[in-house]
């Protein structure tokens, strides 16, 4: 016997269930939460194999490792409850995931489902200044050029005086092939 639900032919019986469940159940897609898989995977393998076991001290581990990131990691540790500022705190989700062994994108798509902005993190395209024609960029991405090279920009008030101020400093930080 069939029948549908919310769009979807559903075949009643223990196949059925089976099929009306897959569509849950798909892994993630390749690079999706991308800043999480990575962000799991380094901090998983700065723990010990005995930390590894007690959910407390993963997520004691976790709170430390979450004061010396930065950037999207930061972000990443936020959404988790790591860092004392969090709004939720959802790390029973990281250290028990953990102390079962379970990887990295698993851990990840468990993580999606409790809060979906886990997996809209992305980390920050690099810009190839040698390629890329500085007169097309925007001045939001020239500024994040001048700010990966430490450096800034006084004075700045069009986009053609940061285009100016990257071509005074490309010598120092691009390296020219022959």
């Known amino acids: 016997m069939a029948d549908f639900l919310n769009g979807r032919l559903v075949l009643l019986g223990t196949f059925g269930l089976i099929l009306f469940l897959l569509p849950h159940t798909i892994a993630l897609r390749e690079g999706e939460c991308e800043v999480c898989v990575k962000t799991v995977n380094t901090f998983v393998e700065t723990l010990s194999d005995e930390t590894k076991k007690d959910t407390k001290r993963i997520e004691e581990e976790f709170r430390g490792f979450c004061k010396k990131s930065k950037n999207k990691e930061q972000r990443f540790c936020y959404y988790l409850g790591g860092v004392e500022d969090s709004a939720t705190g959802i790390l029973g989700e990281l250290s028990k995931p953990i102390s079962w062994s ?16 886990i997996c809209d993190l992305r980390y920050d395209k690099q810009i190839d200044v ?5 007169k097309k960029l925007k001045v939001r991405d020239l500024k994040k050029i001048l700010s990966d090279w430490d450096e800034e920009c006084d004075g700045c008030l069009e986009k053609t005086d940061f285009i100016k101020r990257i071509e005074e400093l490309k010598h ?5 092939e022959l």
Not at 109 to 117: C, G, P, S, T
Request: proline fraction near 4%; aromatic fraction near 4%; charge should be positive.
């Open 102 to 117: 379970m990887p990295a994108e698993k851990i990840c798509e468990k993580l999606k489902k409790k809060d979906a902005q």
């Open 130 to 134: 040698n390629t890329v024609d500085l």
């Open 172 to 176: 120092k930080y691009v390296k020219t």
